[in-house]
């Protein structure tokens, strides 16, 4: 059963830090895309940033030249570098990955990221 378990959200103030990490495991295959949504109270989940196993990126305008999505070295592992935090980034950030060939998506179980001073 393939599981995404993220993590590294927590309380920080404004302008400041954080890095997620998302994991994959039981997972026999290597994910086409993978990326980091977020869902704040009382709207609608939105597409942060994805990246592509080519290495293509996408993010949402709100987050352009902040955030910052790479995959690691290990097998279906993404991160998240946000930077110079707003309060309006606080939310639930989910990992999600993609395998195209099958149409599997998988969702993580959500980090709480709160940007507060």
């Known amino acids: 059963q393939v599981q995404l378990v993220e993590s590294g959200g927590g309380l920080v103030q404004p302008g400041g830090s954080l890095r997620l990490s998302c994991a994959a495991s039981?997972?026999?295959?290597?994910?086409?895309?993978m990326g980091w949504y977020r869902q704040a109270p009382e709207k609608q989940r939105e597409l942060v940033a994805l990246i592509t196993s080519g290495g293509t990126t996408n993010y949402t305008d709100s987050v352009k030249g902040r955030f910052t999505i790479s995959r690691g070295n290990a097998k279906n592992t993404v991160y998240l570098q946000m930077n110079s935090l707003k309060p309006e980034d606080s939310a639930v950030y989910y990992c999600?990955?993609?395998?195209?060939?099958?149409?599997?998506?998988?969702w993580g179980q959500g980090t709480q990221v709160t940007i507060s001073s």
């Open positions: 039981g997972s026999i295959f290597r994910f086409n895309t």
């Open positions: 999600n990955a993609l395998h195209s060939p099958t149409g599997s998506r998988y």
